[in-house]
């Protein structure tokens, strides 16, 4: 079992930057799928981004299209999130999530094995 701890969140205004980040431990993460979800206070939990295994393999919720960032740095079990354009609507609790199983290039809510605990991310108008 893989544990994951995020770190970054914070307070920032609309139209701010935040960068995220995920360490794992317990397990290389290399060959797994990592993602972000989210989950805003009386909404589900969202997805966010994913970046696969392979090299390259990335996909964004559309609302985050354009806007975020997701990257891992598998030499140090490490997967990142940069936030640019920030809005009052990406106000959440953000999770880091690992793959239950290697080797995928596709990852929703139901393909996670691990959570993180989560980092608070307000936005200020």
């Known amino acids: 079992q893989v544990q994951l701890v995020e770190s970054g969140g914070g307070l920032v205004q609309a139209g701010g930057s935040l960068r995220l980040s995920c360490a794992a431990s317990g397990r290389t993460l290399s060959n797994y799928a990592m993602g972000w979800f989210r989950q805003a206070p009386g909404k589900e939990r969202e997805f966010v981004a994913f970046?696969?295994?392979?090299?390259?393999?990335?996909n964004y919720a559309d609302s985050v299209k354009g806007r975020f960032s997701i990257s891992r740095d598998n030499a140090k079990n490490m997967v990142y999130l940069q936030m640019n354009t920030l809005k009052p609507e990406d106000t959440a609790v953000y999770y880091c999530?690992?793959?239950?199983?290697?080797?995928?290039?596709?990852?929703?809510?139901?393909?996670?094995?691990?959570w993180g605990q989560g980092t608070q991310v307000t936005i200020s108008s």
């Open positions: 970046i696969g295994w392979s090299v390259g393999r990335t």
């Open positions: 999530a690992a793959h239950r199983f290697p080797y995928r290039n596709s990852m929703g809510a139901g393909d996670v094995g691990s």
